[in-house]
């Protein structure tokens, strides 16, 4: 029997019902916002924070450290940066599960009985932690956008801005394409973090490599603050279009699994 274009809705609507009803959203993004004004902060204080913790009684340095003066840049470049470390932990934490819990409950087996495909089950799970995922994200980039004009008097432009958080939201598909494969093949919401964590570690790490290391997706996470400042990146097709082959067949895979499981 064949999902029904009104089940699709019903069945979309209900992911995002239990989205709020556990406070997902809620808590996605606190964190997202949390980090845009700790970012801003960190950017335009970091310098006179050194300056007192050196400067302090009793503290004896052998040496001088020259802090350059804060630029509006720097917000960007810290926002990315915390992100891509703490924002990037706690959207795998909160979908790592998403699948395995259907699966542990039950529930996957009686929605396919009644007619939702494997493909469509994916879909809506991808869809609406997509949509909850890149809405904190903006809400973090337009709190930094504020805060960064508020403490720096010019916040960058906004279009500028809006498309050097683009390379950051495709990576942020590719590592929610990636938690989602693993809570449908992991046994266990331990071992499904695990493996979310380091599939998201070999990525970052993967544009270490020589010659071959520019070329990876790892390196959207270094486009942002280039792009916010109206500059240029190199290879961006490139790394967007490893991202998104990534993030098909992480998709792919899952459809795979849920399907094998059906037969």
Not at 72 to 95: K, P, R
Not at 140 to 156: H, K, N, P, W
Not at 181 to 209: C, E, H, N, P, Q
Request: positive net charge.
């Amino acid at each position: 029997m064949k999902l029904s274009g009104n089940k699709a809705r019903v069945f979309m609507t209900k992911e995002f019902t239990e989205n709020l009803r556990t406070k997902k959203i809620f808590a996605l993004v606190c964190v997202f916002v949390f980090i845009a004004l700790l970012s801003v902060l960190t950017a335009r204080f970091m310098g006179e924070i050194f300056g007192a913790m050196l400067g302090a009684e009793g503290t004896n340095v052998p040496f001088t450290i020259i802090m350059p003066d804060p630029v509006w840049t720097d917000s960007y470049a810290q926002l990315y940066s915390n992100l891509a470390e703490m924002g990037s932990i706690i959207f795998i934490v909160l979908f790592m599960g998403a699948i395995l819990r259907e699966k542990s409950s039950g529930t996957i087996d009686l929605m396919m009985a009644k007619g939702l495909s494997a493909t469509a089950f994916v879909m809506a799970k991808f869809g609406v932690a997509a949509i909850l995922t890149l809405g904190a994200l903006a809400v973090a980039v337009f709190v930094t956008y504020v805060y960064t004009l508020l403490l720096f008097d010019y916040g960058g432009q906004l279009g500028n801005i809006v498309f050097g958080a683009l390379p950051f939201a495709v990576f942020i598909l590719m590592t929610l394409a990636l938690t989602l494969m693993w809570s449908a093949i992991a046994k266990s919401t331990a071992i499904s973090a695990v493996l979310g964590f380091v599939s998201f570690t070999v990525v970052r790490l993967l544009d270490l490599l020589p010659r071959i290391g520019r070329f990876m997706p790892g390196r959207l996470l270094a486009h942002g603050v280039a792009l916010s400042s109206g500059g240029d990146v190199d290879y961006l097709p490139i790394h967007i279009a490893g991202a998104v082959v990534i993030t098909i067949v992480s998709l792919w895979v899952t459809v795979y699994v849920l399907r094998h499981r059906e037969g």
